[in-house]
């Protein structure tokens, strides 16, 4: 029987295509049908043993000879490349014959040539002298140009223009003329280098000089070269500035925008002095004269150009914080518009608003903290401990008596509140917040203020209500009692000492001052003041069932003596790491000039610490009322801490 047939009846339509025909597959047939049976069932292991020593003999090859692999593969690679190669060549030569045959004929006619240019040659030597002179005027232009001898080099180039005119047909010439224009070119980009480095007034005038005298720009893009190659100059003195620390990366900005953007100004005046007219006049003035108008729009373009981008840069570094020293930055931005303003570019008007979001924002994020801390000191609160420190309080009132009669400019804080740490921690806080607030403290604030006091006095509230329901399956009748007192010294105590405080932060006259304009704009004065004080009625709603009626002394007397009327004793705590000595208070007073109100007070002070001030008493003072004096920290002390002079 045939091999094939056998492999089809074995295999049917999976026999492979290479089996077809082939004499080693018929040959193995032939085999296997001579084989008997034991031979034939030891067959499939005879042939894997044989696979298995195949591939270790494979593998083994290829282990053992593996360079020799690598190295044919890259040598084969480099013949083929070789090859491609040399074939590149050669067909880049059969392209060049025929190229290569017209040089050659062409060279037969130029020999011709040579006799009569021998003639040309010999009345060239006789005129050597003055060829030379001409021939090495690129090379002296080259020389003059790099030694920053411009004058000459200015001369030179306007002797070759008139070459250019008589002999513009002469091709050598024209290469004078190439090489001359590369080195004005040199010229021209040394100038504008110089032009982006510190240079003074009279450098520029003759820098511009040279300009104009190559004829390369026209008036106004001379204007622009010149603005755009300061600008390069003011930003490297820009990028020089470090940005590590927001206020010393605004303050230095500030000043380098101050005096650098001056300098450039006064020199652009002082070098296009035809624009300087048309710089502060309307545009209608100016007439006709298109390009003293283009020139003028291009100069306060860039003005406006800086100024848009200071304040951006000044809007960042106030969103990054500049640890309570406002009024510092607010003062040298004044300044800044001022002497901006001495050219008609006065941008004062633009920094209220900036500064403003900056306080509002600062204080917002001192009254969460306040909160936070005041959250903590509740959730380890327990109203037992308010009971040892209610024994203490005739001690404290009579010593806080004794202070408040021997410094009569001095605000106490309530003794009333050393008997409750959640709430001194409180007050501590958001007198931070608001003597932080004060150094720069414009009266457009003033209902943001109130409106986030208002918030958090509100959720404040909230959490005593929620505490007390946590806590009512297991208060006694004295814990009762002293629930009821901390709601009162809550409600009759601290909400209006805030009150006082924000009075004092936003002086009367000054909020009837604002209250005159408001009614101007279509507001009742009454209802824009009463916009400024604390509600409260809503503030103490949620603790209505624990609030007593309690005698409050008015605003005019708690101003005057510090003092709220609760009909409670005070108590100490003797915790004196919520109450270390306070800083001095600090701020700052309007310009005459500055478009922005800023509550009255004394001088700021720019060494404060600049720490965290949520665990240290401060302090509120107004130049006509004094200071309000810290909590005291420890019982036995003789007397308060000093208070704070006005």
Request: contains cysteine.
């Amino acid at each position: 029987m045939d091999p094939n047939e056998i492999l089809s009846i074995v295999f049917g339509d999976l026999l492979p295509e290479r089996w077809k025909g082939s004499d080693e597959a018929s040959s193995y047939v032939d085999d296997l049908s001579s084989l008997g049976v034991d031979k034939l069932s030891r067959e499939p292991d005879r042939l894997q043993e044989e696979k298995t020593h195949i591939v270790a003999e494979t593998r083994d090859l290829a282990f053992h000879n593996y360079k020799t692999f690598i190295e044919t593969a890259e040598c084969s690679k480099e013949v083929f490349q070789d090859f491609q190669s040399v074939e590149q060549h050669l067909d880049g030569l059969l392209d060049r014959l025929p190229e290569f045959g017209k040089s050659c004929q062409s060279l037969s006619d130029v020999a011709k040539d040579i006799n009569a240019r021998r003639r040309v040659n010999s009345l060239t030597l006789a005129r050597h002298t003055q060829l030379l002179e001409i021939l090495e005027i690129p090379q002296l232009m080259d020389t003059c140009v790099r030694n920053n001898y411009y004058e000459e080099a200015l001369e030179l180039s306007s002797y070759v223009r008139q070459l250019r005119v008589k002999y513009n047909s002469i091709s050598i010439v024209a290469d004078i003329v190439s090489e001359v224009d590369a080195c004005s070119q040199l010229m021209l980009q040394q100038l504008l280098q110089q032009l982006r480095g510190s240079i003074q007034l009279p450098a520029c005038l003759k820098i511009i000089g040279y300009l104009r005298r190559l004829e390369v720009f026209s008036e106004v893009e001379l204007r622009l070269k010149f603005l755009q190659a300061r600008d390069c100059w003011f930003q490297s003195q820009v990028n020089s500035v470090p940005s590590d620390n927001a206020y010393q990366h605004s303050s230095k900005i500030i000043e380098v925008c101050r005096v650098y953007i001056f300098d450039v100004i006064t020199q652009y005046r002082a070098v296009f002095p035809d624009d300087s007219e048309s710089m502060i006049r309307p545009l209608s003035s100016v007439g006709n004269q298109q390009l003293q108008v283009s020139a003028s729009g291009i100069f306060h373009s860039w003005l406006v150009s800086k100024i848009s981008w200071f304040l951006s840069v000044l809007r960042a570094d106030l969103k990054a914080g500049v640890s309570g020293r406002l009024d510092s930055l607010l003062g040298q931005c004044m300044y800044f518009g001022l002497s901006l303003g001495r050219i008609g570019t006065d941008f004062r008007s633009l920094l209220p608003v900036l500064f403003q979001e900056a306080a509002l924002r600062a204080f917002q994020q001192n009254v969460d903290g306040s909160m936070s801390a005041f959250r903590s000191a509740l959730s380890h609160y327990t109203l037992a401990s308010s009971a040892l420190l209610h024994a203490h309080s005739s001690l404290l009132s009579s010593t806080l008596a004794t202070s408040s009669q021997s410094d009569s400019s001095t605000i106490l804080p309530p003794n009333q509140l050393l008997e409750f740490p959640p709430l001194a921690t409180l007050s501590n806080g958001l007198m931070s917040a608001l003597n932080e607030l004060r150094p720069c403290a414009p009266l457009a604030v003033a209902p943001g203020v109130v409106e986030a006091l208002q918030r958090s006095l509100l959720s404040v509230s909230n959490s005593l209500q929620k505490y007390h329901q946590t806590e009512s399956s297991s208060i006694t009748s004295s814990e009762a009692e002293v629930f009821g007192r901390l709601c009162n010294a809550f409600a009759h105590v601290l909400v209006p000492l805030v009150q006082t405080c924000l009075e004092r932060l936003f002086p009367a006259e000054s909020l009837q001052h604002a209250a005159g304009q408001a009614a101007v704009a279509g507001l009742e004065t009454s209802d824009f003041i009463r916009a400024l004080r604390l509600d409260v009625g809503v503030i103490s709603a949620p603790l209505a069932d624990h609030l007593s009626t309690v005698e409050v002394a008015d605003a005019d007397t708690h101003g005057a003596t510090g003092t709220v009327s609760t009909g409670s004793s005070s108590s100490l705590i003797g915790d004196s790491d919520h109450f270390s000595q306070p800083q001095a208070p600090a701020a700052v007073t309007a310009e005459s000039d500055s478009p922005v109100i800023i509550a009255s007070g004394s001088d700021a002070s720019h060494d404060r610490p600049t720490e965290s001030s949520t665990e240290s008493p401060v302090v509120i003072t107004t130049a006509a009322e004094g200071a309000l004096a810290p909590m005291p920290s420890d019982p036995a002390s003789a007397g308060l801490p000093d208070a704070v002079p006005s």
